[in-house]
């Protein structure tokens, strides 16, 4: 869980330093899990980067990692989402199969962990921090009286095989490690690209263990009765972006947004922006970068007239190269990014993006010559 | 119709600092207000009042100065304020919290009217974690819509309700029965500036103050710091990089000739960069991509 409503999050608090005996109902909770998001048939790719820490986790705890699917039967969805999951590092699945679990709803979702949960006692559990892995933790852990630690940035287990689950707290200026001490399991989610993708295994195996869903239609209350897909729409998806090109308040005025989307298209990026722009409206909140936006993990990211609030920093570090243009001289985006322009955005944009347009062509022409 | 709200008074993160000793967030002089995305919320309930008629009840759980945010509320336009304040709530993390808000709701349905719709905002700004929604509907027993971007109806001969829910990669038309819980995204509207008659009758509105016995809340055991099964054991500043950016030098250059010394220095930096930009011509070296990313 975390620092909702904790007004002192300072120094370790009495009870932290208690002694964590848990209680007798939960000594035989053993192994870590997964959540397997499954999005449409596909799996979240942040689900692959769990099972990325779930292995490390495991294999410190030395116990199994397994991959917890939950879908409708029949489709490829489900399958493709058990082989990943011994792909990237899963020792056994569970897998609960029902047609009631065709599109996302939160009661039937939440009655097959639960259930799943009860019978199989995992100590630790691990789901994506997507709008339905939030949905979904929240409900789980609050049906367990468990803890749930929400958007961690690293995943550890300390010498008594505790979780400790660290995350940013006041908008990033703070890191916060947190502790479920005497319930299991230990619940956690993690933001899309914040874990780095782990890799293959090769000649991936493991058992797949069936629940049913205890759960007839006429139970659920909710219904689905469409699903509009973003689709090919310019929906952002920027936590996935190989290149991503930011502006912030040092664009100035709104039109000049129109550079920072010509620098994107040239080099074939996706465009977003810092907190304050999408205050102003001129962004949709989806492009937002930063703690409470999108968490990045380009190869390449160029933040243009970007001051770099701690706020901003925490969801672009994962970044390989950051490119920083700035007229402040000591703006705090200096201190983490690797190369620095001092220089006006508005005047440095265009002229980058007419260097970058001159040697793509130059290149295009020697490919056509040859 | 009923609809209570919850919302929170936290700091105004833009203006928090960090002290750099002690790693405390230094509050003295920071202002507190109404958890941005509750507003989002409030708007909606008034919205729906506006539309089927009936009242807004707000609720927050906090120390005392918290009835300022309540205030503010009323202001706005809300019927009714209720302060959940008690010492044995202090330390609450979000299982906690979801405890003592469901307790409160609980009561306000015995005490008021039993609510319709209970709305909380997507997350706050302080704790970030969109945990304490889904909480409270669990425990109430009520049907859960998380990232709601717009109530398309109600029906209350019904009972029905639908809504548009932002889910991956999609939007979810979705249709439930009440009473039900919203937590719900920052819609197109601003709150509105409350009419003359709203803030004449927040002045005459006294803010409801129950101590967690008040709420029906006979165990304290399961408010607070005992009833919440997170503990924060560590809280550190993160660590800054050694180095500082490398800046490419902009002396006496025109802006051309800037943007081909940043281009080199990215393509020395990251190689691999060139063919993933596309500037590498067919006898140019392959760059491998460092990680297999699936997008």
Redesign the interface.
């Known amino acids: 869980m975390s620092t909702e409503n904790r007004e002192a999050c300072s120094p370790p608090s009495g009870r932290a330093a208690m002694e964590k005996e848990l209680p007798k109902q939960f000594q035989d909770y053993r192994n870590v899990w997964v959540f397997i998001e499954l999005e449409h048939g596909q799996v979240h790719p942040v689900s692959i980067e769990l099972l990325g820490e779930g292995r490390k986790l495991a294999d410190k705890l030395g116990v199994h990692l397994a991959g917890v699917v939950i879908g409708p039967p029949g489709g490829q969805g489900t399958a493709n989402a058990i082989a990943d999951a011994f792909a990237y590092g899963a020792d056994l699945s569970y897998l609960v199969e029902s047609p009631l679990l065709a599109h996302y709803r939160n009661e039937p979702f939440t009655k097959a962990l639960t259930d799943l949960v009860l019978a199989n006692k995992p100590e630790i559990l691990l789901l994506g921090a997507t709008t339905l892995g939030r949905d979904l933790a929240g409900s789980v852990a609050t049906t367990l009286k468990t803890g749930l630690t929400a958007d961690c940035t690293e995943l550890n287990v300390d010498s008594d095989g505790s979780l400790a689950a660290t995350r940013p707290t006041f908008g990033g200026s703070l890191l916060c490690t947190i502790y479920t001490l005497k319930c299991r399991p230990q619940m956690a989610t993690v933001r899309p690209s914040v874990m780095a993708m782990p890799q293959r295994v090769n000649n991936p195996t493991g058992s797949i263990i069936r629940h049913e869903l205890k759960m007839r239609e006429e139970e659920i209350a909710t219904k689905v009765l469409a699903f509009f897909s973003d689709g090919d729409s310019n929906t952002a998806n920027l936590a996935y972006a190989d290149v991503v090109v930011a502006g912030g308040l040092g664009l100035g005025a709104v039109q000049n947004l129109q550079l920072l989307k010509d620098l994107a298209r040239t080099i074939g990026g996706d465009f977003g922006c810092s907190r304050p722009l999408v205050q102003k409206g001129w962004m949709p909140v989806d492009r937002q970068i930063g703690q409470t936006g999108n968490t990045i993990r380009p190869k390449l990211y160029i933040a243009a007239g970007i001051s770099g609030a701690v706020q901003h920093r925490v969801g672009v570090e994962g970044a390989d190269l950051i490119v920083a243009i700035n007229t402040d001289p000591n703006a705090p985006i200096f201190d983490f990014a690797h190369l620095g322009v001092v220089a006006d955005a508005i005047s440095f944009l265009p002229a980058l993006t007419e260097v970058f347009t001159k040697r793509l062509e130059r290149r295009n022409f020697e490919k056509f010559a040859q | 119709m009923h609809f209570v709200v919850c919302i ?1 008074q936290v ?1 105004d ?1 833009a203006q ?3 002290h750099p000793v002690t ?3 230094m509050r003295q002089g920071v202002p507190t207000i109404i958890n941005p995305h509750d507003l989002a919320a409030l708007e909606e309930a008034l919205k729906l009042c506006d539309t089927y008629g009936g009242e807004v009840t707000v609720v927050t ?3 005392k100065m918290a009835e300022d945010a309540l205030r503010k509320a009323l202001t706005f336009g809300a019927h009714r304020a209720v302060l959940l304040t008690d010492r044995h ?10 405890f003592a808000l469901a307790q409160a709701i609980a009561e306000i349905g015995d005490t008021f009217a039993t609510p319709d719709v209970v709305f909380t905002g997507k997350q ?12 409270i ?3 109430l027993d009520l ?5 709601v971007a717009k109530i398309l109806s109600i029906d209350a001969a019904s009972r029905e309700i ?1 809504v548009e829910r ?12 009440l009473p039900c819980l919203v937590t719900m995204l ?1 819609g197109a509207d601003a709150i509105r500036r409350g009419r003359l008659d709203d803030a004449l009758r927040a002045a005459r509105t006294k803010v409801v103050k129950w101590s967690a016995a008040d709420a029906g809340i006979a165990e304290p055991a399961n408010c607070g ?1 005992r009833g ?11 660590t ?2 050694e180095q ?5 030098d ?1 002396t006496n250059k025109p ?2 000739e ?3 010394d ?2 080199a ?2 393509f020395a ?2 190689p ?2 060139k063919h ?8 140019g070296q392959q760059g491998a ?7």
């Open positions: 929170k700091p993160s928090i600092r960090v790693n405390t967030i759980m906090g120390p709530f202090a330390g609450s993390d979000t299982l906690a919290t979801s706050t700004i302080d704790g970030d974690t969109a945990q304490v929604g889904p909480g509907a669990k425990r049907q859960q819509l998380t990232y639908t932002r889910a991956e990669g999609g939007s979810q038309i979705l249709r439930t029965r920052d710091l919440s099964p997170t503990v924060v054991k560590r809280v550190f500043a993160p800054s990089r500082k950016a490398r800046q490419i902009t802006l051309c800037i943007a081909g940043l281009i220095a990215i930096d990251q691999a960069l993933d930009l596309g500037f590498l011509g067919s006898t991509p460092d990680v297999d990313r699936e997008s």
